[in-house]
């Protein structure tokens, strides 16, 4: 069965601090593909990122990086030097091959960046 | 870039009411859309799937009767929540996807409708 896990619910920081958040996912498939949100207080789903199965290689977009390990089944996202603008909720989700339609979403974590 | 309306933004009505929620996609038309609820302080929840022209697909556990889903046009889709009760405040999120992409996994969210029961 497929599924999302974020360990992290609330993490918070003091602006500038690194920050990194935790996706470990679950899945039979072998093709799939995994993507980060981010939720501001409005409620809009940003997208941030999406990454198939077959690249493992890790991602760097400005203060945004994820690290992608197949061997532990995460897919974690690092916010280096971080903004109270960052302070949002960051969902992980997964889509198998199979099922391209169905998203399926981590709990989030409610990230806070104090000034 | 793809982009997702929803409308209302907000909404609040009587219980035993029906509101009707819209989720048009504006510069691409979409075979498909999807419609998710996010209880406070949760994460999204997949309620179903709208293909146009075709009846949705609803997820285990989401009553079909009562979550009404209309996709008649490869821009609009529509759900509409019936006899609303108080457990049925949330917030829903549309999503679509983009036919012409040859593969099915993009989707392009829009900003949600806050329904609360009143």
């Known amino acids: 069965a497929q599924k999302v896990t974020q360990a992290q619910t609330e993490i918070s920081v003091v602006e500038k601090e690194d920050v990194t958040l935790d996706c470990v996912y679950e899945?039979?498939?072998?093709?799939?593909?995994l993507f980060w949100y981010k939720q501001p207080p409005s409620g809009e789903l940003v997208f941030l990122i999406r990454?198939?199965?077959?690249?493992?290689q890790n991602e760097i977009s400005g203060r945004y990086s994820w690290n992608f390990q197949k061997s532990t089944s995460s897919f974690n996202f690092t916010i280096t030097a971080s903004q109270v603008v960052d302070s949002a909720v960051y969902f992980c989700?997964?889509?198998?091959?199979?099922?391209?339609?169905?998203?399926?979403f981590g709990t989030g974590t409610r990230l806070q960046v104090f000034p | 870039g793809a982009v997702v309306s929803q409308h209302p933004s907000w909404v609040i009505c009587k219980s035993g009411t029906s509101v009707k929620i819209e989720c048009r996609s504006l510069?691409?038309?979409?075979?498909?859309m999807f419609w998710y609820r996010q209880f406070p302080k949760q994460s999204l929840m997949l309620m179903a799937t709208?293909?146009?022209?075709?009846?949705?697909?609803?997820e285990q556990g989401v009553e079909k009767d009562k979550f009404l889903i209309n996709h008649a046009s490869l821009t609009l889709s529509t759900l509409t929540v019936t006899s609303a009760h108080p457990e049925d405040s949330s917030f829903y999120i549309c999503?679509?996807?983009?036919?012409?992409?040859?593969?099915?996994?993009?989707?392009?969210f829009g900003p949600g409708t806050r329904l609360t029961v009143t």
């Open positions: 999503s679509a996807r983009d036919h012409r992409l040859a593969v099915a996994y993009e989707q392009y």
């Open positions: 899945t039979r498939d072998t093709t799939y593909y």
């Open positions: 990454r198939n199965s077959f690249d493992e």
């Open positions: 989700a997964l889509s198998e091959a199979g099922n391209t339609d169905k998203l399926i």
């Open positions: 510069d691409f038309q979409a075979t498909t």
């Open positions: 709208s293909n146009e022209g075709s009846k949705a697909t609803y």
